[in-house]
C-alpha cells in the first residue's frame, strides 16, 4: 500500500537523504514546507505534483483539508528542520494531522521534552520515529555482534574520531552554532556516536569533558563494558593527514568526513557504508522497527549531559 508523506524543512541540508528515502519506499509526497523558497530539490527528485508551502500555518491547513475534506490521509511527516522546532512540529503532526512521525536527529534538544512527546504518542495513538542510521551499518552491526559474543568479561578501551568538515563560518554563526537551537556539536554531530557507543557498549557512569569549542570537542566515557576517549569536530584542519593527502588539489573540493573507532588497539574506519542509510530507515519504520523514543532517550540524555559538564583537565 502506498504511503502519502508530508516534509518539513525541504531546503535544509540532510532533506534530500529523506526526499531519496521517500522515493525510494514508494511514497506519495504531499506537500513540503521551508521558509527558504530554494526549495526546487524535490521537483527534480521527480515530485512533481508534490505542493510547496513558504509559510508552515499553510502547510499545516493543506494537511487538515485533504484528511478532512477529500479523505486523504498522510500517513508519516518528516522533520528536517532545525532542533529546536522538533518537539513541536512532532506534536502537531501527530495531534492536528493524525500522521505518524519520521524526525531527523536529534529528536529534542532537552530531554524532558520526551515525557511530552510520549504523552502526545498516548493521545493519539500515533508513533515517533527517530533516524539513527548508525545502527544499520553492517560493520557496526557486526562490531556489536562480535562484542555481544565475548565472554571474557573484560572491559574494553575505545578510541573514537569524528571529523567532518564543515564551513566554520557559516557553522558558528548559523542557528547550529546556537547550543539552545541545535543542542551543540555534542548534539548535532555527535548524536549518532553517542548512540552507537551505548548501543553497543551498555550505560553511561562517568563523563567527563576536556575540551568544548564550537568547532570540536573532546572528553571520556565510562560505560557498561567500555572505556571510551572520544573526539568531535567540524574543522577540516583536524582531518588526518593521510586523509589530506588523498584530496584532489583544487578549490571547492567537498572534503570526505572521517569515522575512527579503535578497540582495544585494532581500528575499524566506518566512514563507507552511508550510501542509503536513510531508505534503509524508511524501510524499518514501514516494517515496524522503527527506533521509538524508548530507543532515542538515552543517547538524548547523555548529549545533554555532555553539554552541561564543566570542561575540565585531564
Not at 175 to 194: E, P, R, Y
Not at 218 to 240: H, N
Request: hydrophobic share 35%.
Amino acid at each position: 500500500m502506498v504511503k502519502n508523506f508530508a516534509l518539513l524543512g525541504v531546503s535544509g541540508y540532510i532533506a534530500p537523504k529523506h526526499l531519496d528515502a521517500i522515493k525510494d519506499v514508494g511514497g506519495n509526497l504531499l506537500a513540503v514546507t521551508d521558509p527558504h523558497d530554494s526549495a526546487g530539490k524535490f521537483g527534480a527528485k521527480g515530485f512533481m505534483e508534490t505542493k510547496y508551502y513558504q509559510e508552515s500555518e499553510q502547510f499545516w491547513n493543506e494537511l487538515i483539508r485533504l484528511r478532512k475534506y477529500e479523505g486523504k490521509k498522510t500517513d508519516l511527516i518528516s522533520i528536517c528542520t532545525p532542533n529546536y522546532l522538533h518537539r513541536a512540529q512532532s506534536g502537531a503532526g501527530m495531534e492536528f494531522v493524525e500522521a505518524d512521525i519520521i524526525c531527523e536527529k536529534p529528536l529534542i534538544v532537552n530531554p524532558k521534552h520526551l515525557d511530552q512527546l510520549e504523552l502526545s504518542e498516548e493521545k493519539t495513538r500515533k508513533k515517533v520515529y527517530g533516524i539513527m542510521q548508525l545502527r544499520l551499518l553492517p560493520s557496526l552491526k557486526q562490531l556489536k555482534e562480535n562484542i555481544s559474543k565475548d565472554q571474557t568479561k573484560k572491559r574494553y578501551k575505545i578510541d573514537l574520531e569524528y571529523i567532518t568538515p564543515r564551513n566554520i563560518h557559516w557553522y558558528v554563526n548559523s542557528w547550529k552554532g546556537d547550543d539552545k537551537k541545535s543542542g551543540g556539536l555534542a548534539s548535532n554531530i555527535g548524536i549518532h556516536l553517542f548512540d552507537m557507543l551505548q548501543w553497543i557498549y551498555g550505560d553511561v557512569g562517568i563523563t567527563r569533558v576536556y575540551q568544548s569549542e564550537p568547532t570540536k570537542m573532546r572528553g571520556s566515557l565510562e560505560l557498561k563494558t567500555a572505556d571510551v576517549d572520544w573526539f568531535l569536530s567540524i574543522d577540516p584542519k583536524d582531518l588526518p593527514e593521510h586523509i589530506k593527502e588523498k584530496i584532489p588539489k583544487g578549490k571547492n573540493i567537498p572534503l570526505p568526513s572521517y569515522r575512527l573507532i579503535n578497540v582495544d588497539g585494532e581500528g575499524l574506519e566506518f566512514s563507507d557504508g552511508f550510501e542509503n542509510l536513510h531508505t534503509k530507515s524508511y524501510k524499518e519504520i514501514l516494517a515496524g522497527r522503527g527506533f521509538r523514543i524508548k530507543d532515542l532517550r538515552p543517547s538524548l540524555e547523555l548529549v545533554y549531559r555532555i553539554r552541561n559538564t564543566k570542561t575540565t583537565r585531564r
